[in-house]
């Protein structure tokens, strides 16, 4: 079936009738790109490192906990997750990740990761400058649908020369996926 048109100047249109089908169901395709993506939340808002013994001889320690979520691209896919100390240690008179008061004196930590996670090795030590590694993923990574754990274990050494006080400082931790 055609319906004719004519135009304004004289010459004939032929257009195809358009008739829509209606029947008892009908479909349709979906399509849906999922491409690399990660997250991470926090668990432990304040990681209190304190010392267990006395004479200067022990680190303050503690220890921050998170979920990962990840998912990275099937061939050639990276992945990792860092931290930096983008709040160094306040007030004054304390402990202190970019100047010290004595050479040596470090905030450090070692890594505990779920898989599908690869955890750094050794102990690291933080910056404020720089992003440290806490873990790397591969090609074709994947957590949990509710995420998967890990956790920093941190070290202060315990120098005399710390003014008493609470001393607070801002770590940030960044996760990718490619």
Not at 14 to 19: D, E, G, S, V
Not at 73 to 100: L, Q, R, Y
Not at 141 to 161: F, I, V
Request: hydrophobic share 35%; charged share 5%; proline share 6%.
């Amino acid at each position: 079936m055609f319906i004719w048109l004519a135009g304004a100047v004289g010459a004939l249109l032929q257009l195809p009738a358009r008739a829509q089908s209606f029947g008892p169901s009908g479909t349709t395709t979906l399509s849906v790109t999922v491409g690399p993506e990660a997250s991470i939340s926090i668990a432990t808002a304040t990681s209190a490192l304190a010392t267990t013994g006395t004479g200067f001889n022990n680190a303050f320690t503690g220890g921050t906990t998170f979920t990962y979520k990840i998912r990275s691209t099937k061939t050639g896919g990276t992945g990792s997750i860092g931290v930096e100390v983008t709040s160094d240690f306040s007030p004054g008179s304390g402990p202190s990740v970019a100047s010290p008061p004595t050479a040596g004196d470090a905030l450090s930590y070692t890594c505990t990761v779920a898989t599908p996670a690869t955890a750094c090795t050794g102990s690291q030590t933080a910056s404020t400058t720089a992003v440290t590694p806490v873990a790397t993923f591969g090609a074709d990574a994947h957590s949990a649908m509710g995420g998967n754990t890990g956790s920093l274990n941190w070290a202060l050494t315990d120098d005399p020369k710390y003014g008493t006080g609470t001393y607070t400082a801002t770590v940030t931790f960044t996760i990718s996926a490619a």
